[in-house]
């Protein structure tokens, strides 16, 4: 992460008048919440993320589904917002109007003081029917889960019955349209896109970055590693958003996030 590109980065980011954040598994991870496949330990070591994360494992065994996704919200609760989403946050309050869209499915950024996130992927903290798709209550917060987890029947629907299910996007479903379109509607109008902490390799949403590139916005990469979006973007900075993002917003506005 060299000075020049960070004071490049901060010119960009205080002149901007539309900003979109986008985030992605690396800044949730910096919190220590396991990637997605990272999260397979315990109860689930020998079961592949990919089989567990679709309607059809949920219909054979929602107890096991469900326990994974009972263990995963319980560890994000644990968790607590690193100096990369409270940049995130900072970005927000000062320039009125900025997007943060995100892959990630915690509430990091809410926790942060980012305001209305769009989440690409869902959320843990937004359970459904998987019948009839009314919201249902997050279970009890109190409850403690165990580390190496547990299989855990799913709560029934309040109004039809039907197995509550987790409020994420499984492997063979859709985005949720309406995030999609909004977060598209922000890459498109947006004249500065930051994209942190994203491998780029999951798509559609890696498209969203193409879209803002297309459209004209200048695309400012946060990451440690080289990523398909080094190609995209105008500027990259090397490192971990904890680091990287506080600096950026010193450098853009001459003091530290809050």
Do not use: K
Request: proline content about 9%; glycine content about 8%; charged content about 20%.
């Amino acid at each position: 992460m060299g000075q020049r590109s960070v004071r490049e980065a901060a010119a960009l980011l205080a002149q901007a008048r539309r900003v979109v954040v986008f985030t992605g598994a690396g800044v949730s991870a910096e919190s220590g919440v396991p990637t997605f496949r990272d999260a397979l330990t315990g109860l689930w070591r020998s079961f592949d993320a990919q089989r567990l994360a679709t309607p059809e494992a949920f219909g054979d065994d929602p107890a096991l589904v469900w326990g994974w996704y009972e263990w995963r919200r319980a560890t994000v609760r644990r968790a607590r917002p690193n100096a990369g989403h409270v940049a995130v946050a900072a970005i927000e309050a000062r320039v009125p109007g900025t997007v943060v869209v995100t892959q990630n499915v915690d509430d990091l950024h809410e926790r942060a003081g980012s305001v209305a996130p769009i989440h690409l992927h869902g959320n843990l903290f937004a359970p459904r029917c998987s019948a009839c798709a009314r919201p249902a209550p997050v279970p009890d917060e109190a409850a403690e889960e165990p580390g190496e987890g547990r299989r855990v029947p799913p709560p029934r629907c309040a109004r039809c019955a039907g197995p509550v299910r987790p409020g994420v996007v499984w492997f063979g479903e859709a985005l949720p349209t309406a995030a999609l379109e909004a977060a598209v509607e922000a890459a498109s109008t947006c004249d500065l896109f930051v994209t942190v902490g994203t491998s780029g390799l999951v798509y559609p949403a890696a498209e969203i970055p193409q879209v803002a590139a297309r459209f004209g916005a200048t695309v400012l990469q946060v990451n440690p590693q080289e990523t398909p979006l080094d190609a995209v973007a105008d500027v990259n900075l090397r490192g971990p958003a904890a680091q990287v993002l506080p600096a950026l917003v010193h450098a853009a506005w001459g003091t530290d996030p809050a």
